[in-house]
């Protein structure tokens, strides 16, 4: 019997080797798609498709009845269209209606696609801006401090309501893009005085602001 030469194990070895990282990384990306679904309802879950600018550490998920599909921009997706204003209704959602001294704020969006066929709309971190303001002072705005936004586009389904669900934290201090590193920012006035947080995402923005109190 001939014996096989080096050469030959050696290039056996390497197909061996291409297949097992080909395996492993099959499996990584299906966790992550297990694991990457920030924006949940009770009827429908959004799965977005991350753009190359997308972080991995994205919301744990939650099981859900049915799933939409992803999909990576408007124009792969035959007869799917770019959301309009008019078909979404953007809201501000807060954890409570009013926080004891110490508690931090934790702020999410909602999204309701009210149009009769599906969209899509980019809903990640960089095109979402939470504010909260007292009167007309503008106390803190989450694009001002912002670390590592993302992009995210998604399926919204015609009649469907979406929460995200990671929430942003208010820390309860005035921002602004020059404080960012500083540690004693001035703190919001407490005491049962009342906030309201506004949204907005890609352009599309709140109606209505949600009253907080901070005690």
Known sequence: MPRTSAAVYRRRRLVV???LILFVAAVGIGIWLLVAQPWVTGAAEVTPRPTPSSSA?????????EQASPESTPEETPGIVACEAKDVVVTAVTDADRYPEGVLPKLSISLTNTGATDCTLDV???LQVFTVSSGNDIWWRSTDCQENPSSM???????VTVTSKEPVVWDRTRSSVETCAEENRPRAPAG???YHVAVSIGGFASETTKQILLD
């Open 17 to 19: 080797l291409g297949a």
């Open 57 to 65: 550490s994205a919301a744990p998920t939650t099981q859900s009845s």
């Open 124 to 126: 990640g971190s960089t």
């Open 153 to 159: 586009i998604a399926t919204l389904a015609a009649g």
């Open 192 to 194: 049962g005085s009342s």
